[in-house]
């Protein structure tokens, strides 16, 4: 392991270009003569679309084209895709609307486009895009996951007579709701995992051209992973052979899950520049991005818990109410399934599990993947559930998780929904996360905080997840004349440093100098042909395992030139270092890729090259766990809430860059404290967006934290060879409910035994208010 | 109607015919074709496009490029030295992992110059403060505000 291998904290390759204004995102990419799209959204929530009139906007300056939903019908376009499938235990398949790129006859939340206008300039466009003129005859809407399947609330899709997705159910409910009656102590949460606007820092952007002579299109985009957008765009929506069809993101600011998704946006800058032959681009505002980029979360959780006296819970019951938005996502619906049910009952050993999820339509934007995606929601709903637990037995948080841990000796254990965790010390890893946030010395800190008048409390959080998904990916390696190694890969680097890690992996396997490593990643013109992108926390596990495969069969080829050359057999052969060894003799990497291209150098019948392409496959996922100790201070008088100070330890097995994967920490973590104390999406009764710019909804800043301490309790992943488990989503699963511990310690004295996220100074306010007076009455 | 602007970015003259309603940000990206300056929101919070004018901090999307006429504007593109080696601010967002996806960089960059600049050896509380106005979504602003106060003390060491 030299100072550029694996574990080092080695500072990124990328830095530089993006430091010195060098970075090329979308917005930033100009096509030679190219004209702009606008949008016209829809202002209402549900409303029939009687007429649209693209008359006066066609005839304004610089207008070049206007196109309605109609106009896509009658081109060909296709519908956006959608493989879930799930089905009703009485055997009904799930409701399944289709969605058009536009709608043609309703409407069905605010933001939706409803026409397209190409001009000249992009002011042009915005002027002709404001006046399309469209008739509505307004329906009522629901935006409310809490009343979305009432039996008043309008529904979203009549020809389905209800809202209701699918009601999908596992384990037997009787039995459950049996051994829960006959526990020794029951408790019970009601719980809101507040939806969330994911916010990449980068607005949503397209640009496209087409070749008419070839037939072929190039679009710009940002993106996870190009791939699969490849693959919906030409397949799904237009029509064209995949290979005619390529997508590029140069870079791309920020994922986070809704960036691997193909948008309607997208989709008909590439369907104009088609079908003008000019390029057409798009820049989105951040109130577009607002109102119609995917959403995060927005479950209700209604959750019970079975214990015996001793505080060892073996009975679960969870319902699961999730807002899917007007359609069908790509993968909102599957959230609390296969996301976080890939762990859920989480790091706990609980036999009898009944669960219920009932998806619904609302008028409102789809939900889908974000950060963590489900499973956020899976350990908030346990870690919850825990404290209470607690609470209602007299056992400490720490002791109540330490009874209810599965083992090491369970390991590799089995989850309810048929996932193996093969690894991970979670007892261990909390008692790191407890004794590095002095957590036995915390009553002495709460006391010095009372004497000031603040209410100062310390909160726990374990947690797991499901890393890795889709585990499959390509990767191809080659050598260039010059010395360096090139790596095209199908993950795709969007801030996680997969140039460096990448690198770092070469070097580590190869001996390649660091610098000489090069990666090229967001092109589908350049990416292997088996690529899903990068999500889910897979491209340590995916991109790396790719590297080290590629590696491997660079060796054995290698080996037999080095044979070759040395005059001696491949199995003789040893390769270190950069230099495969052959006795007192010896021939370098390079020198050996320099042989591989001259047919007089390398055995007979050998294809000429050293270069590899490579698919590894996976037949699991990993689980990455951790722990979070998060001590806050709150002003009773105003609400306000401080945090103090924040512990994060985590198990994502071997740690192939501390630096950056203390970044990823960070970063989630502050994203978990968004969701806990500041972000939430308001939708008005009306299906109006109250909350759509950073002017309304909270995005958490600089001063929302101090430095987080971050450490790591390596437990090697047992099935994959790296060791690694994905790194990016623990922190947004840690730290919701982490904060809300935290908060609940410190109110819990006051009687306030119930509040939900945001914790907003008014919300901390009016607890504690509405505490006092039952107190006083 | 086009209204002739003149100024100095980076060190150079530039000048242009721009309509009344050009922000000083179209003016650089789109005029100038210097895109390391970026948009990410309509309101004048998230602090992508901060540069400096006359040498302090403002967000080029607040300011039309009229207002401009006649100043001395620095982008993220100017402020390394010209052969190459980074502005002590660009150097510690790298050493300290100021940085993931890089869309909010070169705002945060700037600001953090303009944030030395005006308060020298400024706390980690004064820092988190001072960046209100800037928002990221990736590093959890840990590694920006190190990098902020360590390139303050490297800044302020040059200084005296």
Known sequence: ?777 | MDIDVKMTVNGKAVSGKVEARTLLVQFIREHLRLTGTHVGCDTTQCGCCVVHVDGVAMKSCTMLAVQADGKAITTIEGLAAADGTLHPMQQAFRDHHGLQCGFCTPGMVMMGVDIANRLPGADEKTVRHQLEGNICRCTGYQGIVEAIMDASAVMNAARS
């Open chain 1, 1 to 777: 392991m030299g100072e550029f291998g694996i574990g080092q904290p080695v500072r990124r390759k990328e830095d530089v270009r993006l430091l010195t204004g060098g970075g090329e995102f979308t917005d930033d990419i100009n096509l030679e003569a190219q004209v702009y799209a606008a949008f016209v959204r829809s202002p209402h929530a549900n409303a029939k679309i009687t007429a649209i009139d693209t008359l006066a906007a066609r005839s304004m300056d610089g207008v070049i084209a206007v196109y309605t939903g109609q106009d896509l019908v009658d081109a060909g376009m296709g519908v956006m895709i959608n493989d879930a499938s799930y089905t009703n235990r009485s055997g009904k398949p799930m409701n399944k609307p289709s969605r058009r790129i536009m709608p043609v006859d309703q409407t069905r939340f605010v933001g939706e486009c409803l026409a397209m206008v190409i001009a000249d300039t992009p002011a042009q466009a915005r002027d002709a895009a404001e006046a399309v003129e469209i008739d509505y005859d307004v329906l009522p809407a629901i935006a409310s996951t809490a009343h979305g399947l009432d039996k008043d609330a309008p529904h979203v899709w009549p020809e389905f007579g209800e809202n209701l997705v699918v009601h999908w159910e596992y384990g037997d409910q009787a039995d459950v709701e049996a051994k829960l009656a006959a526990s020794h102590t029951r408790v019970r949460v009601d719980l809101v995992n507040n939806r969330l606007i994911v916010s990449p820092m980068e607005p949503r952007s397209a640009a496209a051209e087409y070749d008419a002579a070839t037939g072929s299109l190039t679009v710009y985009t940002p993106s996870q992973g190009g791939r699969r957008l490849q693959m919906t765009l030409a397949r799904a929506l237009l029509k064209m052979a995949p290979e005619k069809v390529r997508i590029i993101s140069r870079d791309t600011g920020g994922g986070f899950g809704i960036r691997s998704k193909m948008y309607p946006e997208t989709a008909m800058v590439a369907f104009a520049a088609r079908a003008l032959a000019r390029p057409v681009k798009w820049r989105g505002d951040r109130s577009e991005t607002f109102v119609s980029d995917y959403h995060g979360r927005d479950q209700i959780n209604i959750a019970e818990m079975g214990l015996d006296a001793n505080g060892r819970a073996s009975v679960l019951k969870v319902e699961t109410l999730l807002n899917v938005g007007a359609y069908l996502s790509e993968n909102g619906v599957r959230l609390p399934m296969e996301g976080g049910g890939r762990i859920i009952p989480c790091v706990y050993d609980i036999p009898n599990f009944y669960f219920s999820v009932k998806p619904m339509f609302t008028n409102t934007i789809c939900t889908d993947t974000y950060r963590g995606a489900g499973r956020p929601e899976a350990n908030y709903i346990m870690e919850r559930l825990m404290d209470a637990g607690a609470k209602a037995l007299g056992l400490s948080r720490e002791e109540i998780r330490r009874r209810n841990f599965i083992t090491q000796e369970q390991m590799p254990y089995k989850t309810h929904l048929g996932f193996t965790i093969d690894s991970g010390d979670f007892d261990g890893t909390m008692q790191m996360a407890l004794d590095a946030a002095k957590w036995d010395s915390f009553e002495a800190r709460r006391a010095e905080s009372a004497a000031r008048g603040k209410l100062r409390g310390i909160g726990l959080s374990t947690f797991i997840e499901g890393a890795g998904s889709r585990p499959v990916e390509g990767m191809r390696m080659r050598f260039e004349e010059d010395g360096h190694v090139t790596l095209f890969a199908g993950t795709y680097s969007h801030g996680q440093g997969h140039a460096t890690v990448y690198a770092q992996l070469v070097n580590e396997f190869l001996g390649v100098d660091f610098d000489k490593v090069k990666l090229i990643d967001g092109d589908t013109a350049t990416s292997p042909e088996t690529s899903n992108g990068t999500f889910g926390s897979r491209s340590s596990m995916v991109g790396g395992m790719g590297v080290k495969r590629a590696s491997e069969a660079i060796i054995a080829k290698g080996r037999k030139i080095a044979a070759h050359l040395l005059q001696t057999d491949a199995e003789r052969v040893v390769f270190e270092g950069g230099v495969f060894r052959a006795q007192s003799s010896s021939v370098t990497l390079a020198e050996v890729a320099a042989a591989s291209r001259d047919a007089k150098k390398i055995p007979e019948g050998m294809a000429l090259g050293l270069d590899e392409s490579v698919v590894f496959e996976n037949d699991v996922e990993n689980f990455p766990n951790g722990a979070h100790v998060c001590e806050l201070e709150i002003d009773p008088e105003t609400g306000m809430l401080e945090i103090l100070n924040y512990v994060a330890v985590d198990d994502c097995g071997v740690v192939l860059n501390p630096f950056i994967v203390h970044g990823q920490v960070y970063g989630g973590v502050l994203q978990g404290v968004g969701q806990a104390l500041t972000e939430n999406v308001v939708y008005d009764a009306d299906g109006q967006l109250l909350s759509a710019s950073y002017m309304d909804y909270g995005m958490p800043r600089a001063a929302h934290m101090p430095m987080i301490e971050a450490l790591f309790n390596v437990v090697p992943a047992k099935t994959n060879e790296l060791g690694v488990k994905g790194a990016g989503e623990a922190g947004a699963c840690g730290a919701p409910p982490a904060i809300l511990s935290a908060v609940g310690d410190a109110l819990s004295r006051l009687g306030v035994s119930h509040i939900d996220m945001p914790l907003t100074p008014e919300r901390v306010w009016r607890a504690i208010q509405e505490a006092s007076i039952v107190k006083a009455a």
